[in-house]
T-cell receptor, first 115, second 114 residues
Framework: AQKVTQAQTEISVVEKEDVTLDCVYE???????LFWYKQPPSGELVFLIR??????QNEISGRYSWNFQKSTSSFNFTITASQVVDSAVYFC????????????FGAGTQVVVTP | GAGVSQSPRYKVAKRGQDVALRCDPI?????LFWYQQALGQGPEFLTY????????KSGLPSDRFFAERPEGSVSTLKIQRTQQEDSAVYLC????????????FGPGTRLTVL
């Protein structure tokens, strides 16, 4: 069985602060994919990143960065110099060979950025 | 259109009514997924199509839920005899062939059952 845990329900920051969102996953599969999605107030889930289980290289895309650590089963997401437009719910998700096609989402973390 | 579209965006039904929710995937996307998102939670997988074939329906919560994609493009999720616990946002997503590809989501249909 697989599971995704996002322990932080809500994080509030002031603009320009950094914010890190935690994601811990559980799976017995050795091949799997991890995803992050953003859900702004409009409701549409926006794809941010996909990583496979064999690639532990950290990634940076603009103000976004991701830290994948298999040893701790974590795939954390950092927004640097946050902006008001970053306010949204962020979901971490897992897809395994046991359930190809199915995204298993965490409960999400609400990020509130105030000016 | 550029993205996945869903209609209606909002639906209010009386308990016991049947509803039909429509999804138009991105043109050329072979795979289509339905998810259910309860308030304050992450989306939960319902079912998956590749072209017109429904390859996985393990997430459908009961036999009142039925999905189809007869021509491998537009899909309809039907809920019969709606119950209050069916109230949720129903999200549709599509992707290129290959189950591990990123899924592009529509804006969802918010269903409220009174």
């Amino acid at each position: 069985a697989q599971k995704v845990t996002q322990a932080q329900t809500e994080i509030s920051v002031v603009e320009k602060e950094d914010v890190t969102l935690d994601c811990v996953y559980e799976t017995r599969d050795t091949t799997y994919y991890l995803f992050w999605y953003k859900q702004p107030p409009s409701g549409e889930l926006v794809f941010l990143i996909r990583r496979n289980s064999f690639d532990e290289q950290n990634e940076i895309s603009g103000r976004y960065s991701w830290n994948f650590q298999k040893s701790t089963s974590s795939f954390n997401f950092t927004i640097t110099a946050s902006q008001v437009v970053d306010s949204a719910v962020y979901f971490c998700a897992l897809m395994t060979t046991d359930s190809w096609g199915k995204l298993q989402f965490g409960a999400g973390t609400q990020v509130v950025v105030t000016p | 259109g550029a993205g996945v579209s869903q209609s209606p965006r909002y639906k209010v039904a009386k308990r016991g009514q049947d509803v039909a929710l429509r999804c138009d995937p991105i043109s050329g996307h072979v795979s289509l997924f339905w998810y259910q998102q309860a308030l304050g939670q992450g989306p939960e997988f319902l079912t998956y199509f590749q072209n017109e074939a429904q390859l996985d329906k393990s997430g459908l919560p009961s036999d009142r839920f039925f999905a189809e994609r007869p021509e491998g493009s537009v899909s309809t999720l039907k809920i019969q005899r709606t119950q209050q616990e069916d109230s949720a946002v129903y999200l549709c997503a599509s992707s290129l062939v290959g189950r591990n590809n990123e899924q592009f989501f529509g804006p969802g249909t918010r269903l409220t059952v009174l």
